[in-house]
């Protein structure tokens, strides 16, 4: 299975209150060999496992196995009987390539390392759900081209089905600088210019 371009958000795993079974996995749960779940230019975020027991909400970005490309994994909660905590990911396997993945400093190629006091991957607006990049964000031009989705469908119609994806999550050209931008969103000036909302 391979996500592609995409926002992973507003997922909800949640047990009932006194039911012992396991909450894993709000944004992604697989028990999937890696090579079958790929995303690749993705954000995962806001999404929430919530469970009534101490022990069992785990994973509130991503539970089991997968492989990330050029991704985020941000800003997702695990709910154990009232503990809150950040849940970026608990899994039996997980590969990343030029991802960022909050708190933590995956092992693989050219990973973001978020485990820095006061490390700010500068979005636009966290709090307010804008997870495009701002100027001097670290993950602006710090994904791999070669790891972007070939464009299947050919989104720009010149007949090359097997070039990377031409456009972002917003439609603006997916490369504008050095090289891809890390996460769905590609760093584009309009967002300082009222662009969006």
């Known amino acids: 299975m391979q996500i592609n ?4 958000t507003g997922n909800l795993c949640e047990t009932n209150y006194g039911e012992t079974e396991s909450c894993w996995g709000g944004g992604i749960f697989t028990y999937s060999h890696p090579s079958e779940l790929t995303c690749q230019n ?6 929430h496992v919530v469970s ?3 022990f069992n909400s785990r994973g509130g970005g991503v539970y089991g196995a997968a492989v990330l490309f050029n991704s ?3 800003g997702n909660i695990a709910d154990n009987d009232g503990v809150i905590t950040s849940s ?4 039996s396997s997980l590969s990343a390539s030029h991802t960022l993945i909050k708190d933590q400093f995956p092992a693989g190629t050219n990973n973001i390392d978020a485990t820095a006091p006061g490390f700010d991957p500068m979005f636009v607006d966290a709090v307010g759900n804008n997870f495009r990049l701002a100027v001097g964000s670290p993950l602006i031009d710090a994904g791999d081209f070669m790891s972007l989705p070939a464009d299947v469908h050919d ?3 010149d007949g090359d089905v097997s070039e990377g994806v031409p456009f972002d999550l917003d439609g603006f050209t997916r490369v504008l600088g050095a090289d891809v931008d ?3 969103y590609e760093h584009h000036d309009l967002i300082f210019s009222g662009g969006f909302d």
């Not at 371009?5 to 992973?8: A, D, E, H, L, R």
Request: hydrophobic share 40%.
């Open 72 to 74: 985020i994994v941000w």
């Open 155 to 157: 989104l720009d119609n």
């Open 42 to 47: 993705c954000l995962i975020t806001n999404n």
């Open 5 to 8: 371009n995409s926002v992973i």
């Open 182 to 184: 890390i996460g769905a």
């Open 52 to 54: 009534s027991s101490e």
């Open 88 to 91: 970026e990911h608990i899994g």
